[in-house]
Nanobody, 124 residues
Framework: VQLQAFGGGLVQPGGSLRLSCAASGFTVAYYAIGWFRQAPGKEREGISCISSSDGSTHYLDPVKGRFTISRDNAKNTVYLQMNSLKSEDTAVYYC??????????????????WGQGTQVTVSS
């Protein structure tokens, strides 16, 4: 059972990236999936989540209106579309599945199946 985030890269301020979270060994449709990021010297923070119970989505305030989380059950993948990127979005981005239930949780310790992250660098 594993989730793998990919799609990061170097982008200029104001640019866009789409991250993908691909699952192997389980079905993303059955779990709430969260996106997290960790910048150097900072704690890992949850920035978005999509529940499996009702498909509701949640966003951390700094990314509201700029990031969009979605799920493609046929591809067993969760996406994070990131627009209007800022330098403060620079971080390693991870995805993970909630441990219990189908609803989103706020705390990273409530998630599991962390894969290797993908680096997002926003710089001119």
């Amino acid at each position: 059972v594993q989730l793998q985030a990919f799609g990061g890269g170097l982008v200029q301020p104001g640019g866009s990236l789409r991250l993908s979270c691909a699952a192997s060994g389980f079905t993303v449709a059955y779990y709430a999936i969260g996106w997290f990021r960790q910048a150097p010297g900072k704690e890992r923070e949850g920035i978005s989540c999509i529940s499996s119970s009702d498909g509701s989505t949640h966003y951390l305030d700094p990314v509201k209106g700029r990031f969009t989380i979605s799920r493609d059950n046929a591809k067993n993948t969760v996406y994070l579309q990131m627009n209007s990127l800022k330098s403060e979005d620079t971080a390693v981005y991870y995805c993970a599945s909630v441990k219990y239930g189908t609803s989103c949780e706020k705390r990273p310790e409530m998630y599991e199946n962390w894969g290797q992250g993908t680096q997002v660098t926003v710089s001119s």
